[in-house]
């Protein structure tokens, strides 16, 4: 089945740790996003990459890292740094057509103990 | 002012009515439209892309006026099913291809 897998479904950060969530797919779409919804708000775009080895800040990047080293994969690092982490996190993943159109993973939903 | 704007709702209607959903955009540069609907605490699911004809996809049809810079989504005869959350989003254009969604609008139909 093609599609996008975030893991953890659930995730639980302690005070001062830094926490990856997965964001894979098997599309061979180019572009890939990270996206964060908090309640009441539309989904705000962290981070997105175009291509392999390539990535871009999106309108709420503090607080956030990102890596794209294959083409499959997307992780965002949620640092310390972001000092109100507690969201439904949102990977996608998007076409090369007319219009290109985003696909999403399932969503990881991270918890600040 | 958003870049996207939604009546929040809830729309609450009976089964088989019908429910019209408006959002409107700011930038007029924007270049492409969709309307994505997302169940509670699920990912967003895309519903249907909005051309400026207007298209229709069994029980749902958008429409797209770019002067006024506005968007529609009907549900025709609705079902319990359809009860969701609707996200309008607009594509700024350019490379990129960044998306700007709305806030949603909540649907509950009721039986």
């Known amino acids: 089945d093609g599609g996008i897998t975030q893991s953890p479904k659930y995730l639980f950060r302690k005070e001062g740790q830094n926490v990856t969530l997965s964001c894979e797919q098997n599309?061979?779409?180019?572009?890939m996003y990270w996206y964060r919804q908090d309640p009441g708000q539309g989904l705000r775009l962290i981070y997105y990459s175009q291509i392999v080895n390539d990535f871009q800040k999106g309108d709420i990047a503090e607080g956030y890292s990102v890596s794209r080293e294959k083409k499959e994969s997307f992780p965002l690092t949620v640092t310390s740094a972001q000092k109100n982490p507690t969201a439904f996190y949102l990977c996608a993943s998007s076409t090369a057509g007319d219009p290109p159109t985003q696909y999403f993973g399932p969503g990881t939903r991270l918890l600040v103990l | 002012r958003k870049e996207v704007e939604q009546d929040p709702g809830p729309f609450n209607v009976p089964e088989g009515a019908t429910v019209a959903f408006n959002c409107t955009y700011s930038n007029s540069a924007s270049q492409s439209f969709f309307w994505y609907r997302q169940d509670c605490r699920k990912e967003p699911k895309l519903l249907m892309s909005v051309y400026s004809s207007g298209n229709e996809d069994g029980r749902f049809t958008a429409q797209l006026n770019r002067a006024s810079q506005y968007i529609s989504l009907l549900i025709r005869d609705s079902k319990l099913s359809d009860s969701a959350t609707y996200l309008c989003v607009v594509n700024k254009g350019g490379a990129t291809n960044k998306l700007i969604f709305g806030t949603g609008t909540l649907l509950a139909v009721q039986p």
């Open positions: 599309l061979n779409h180019d572009a």
